[in-house]
């Protein structure tokens, strides 16, 4: 059983039809890296992965369990988070209030002072800004708290929405460490990435997403060396 399926999804933005029949899977211990150009329909998928968006048809289970139409909150709770495009942090809280935002559905108290020592020991910057208001922080430190914030979930799965996106190459190359750290930890990672070379590069295995369709699936390396993504995706 995948920890993840994606079954014959269909998402309609008023009446445009944004997903058109996209089927996947994502395995435990698994990093899948999503691709495709703006406009293909990645975001949307995460987002109806994640309860924020109802599909028209099709389904979305997790561990087993059929989820597409459940909330939001309650998906968090069964172990699925999602750093979301763009960040997203609360500006006007510190690091630390951010951070806590982040175990919102948890009420094991010791285990979240425990996630939080994980969190400042994987993100030591966060550590040092932990009472800094979030707003001041840089854009990678953005994005540093936005992984650490969903890791307070202490969730089985981990959604990332174009964790690169505006950032420099030293705090790019900086972030995918970390999501290979997040999966040595033993963490699954479902990543939408629009840099498909550093995506493909830590993934196991990698979708290709063309106007709302899944046009080519195989192993990151495979795809890496496929002469049309080559063309497409990878500038060479």
Known sequence: MSMLEIKDLEVYYGV????????????????????????AGKTTILHTITGLLTPASGSVLFNGNDITKTSAHKIVRMGMAHVPE???????????QNLK????????RAEIEKNLDMVFSRFPRLKERQNQISGTLSGGEQQMLAMGRALMS??????????SMGLSPIFVNEIFDIINAVKAD????????????????????GYVLETGNIVLTGKADE????????????GE
Request: charged share 25%; net charge positive.
């Open 186 to 205: 033993g963490t699954t990672v479902l990543l939408v990435e629009q840099n498909a070379k550093k995506a493909l590069s830590i993934a196991d295995r």
């Open 154 to 163: 202490n969730p089985r799965i981990l959604l990332m929405d174009e964790p």
């Open 16 to 39: 445009i039809k944004a997903i058109k029949g996209v089927s996947f899977s994502v395995e435990e211990g698994e990093v899948i890296a999503l691709i495709g150009a703006n406009g």
């Open 223 to 234: 795809l890496l060396n496929n002469e049309d993504i080559k063309k497409a995706y990878l």
């Open 101 to 108: 935002l982040g175990a919102y559905t948890r009420t094991d």
């Open 86 to 96: 763009g960040r997203r942090v609360f500006a006007n809280l510190s690091v630390l």
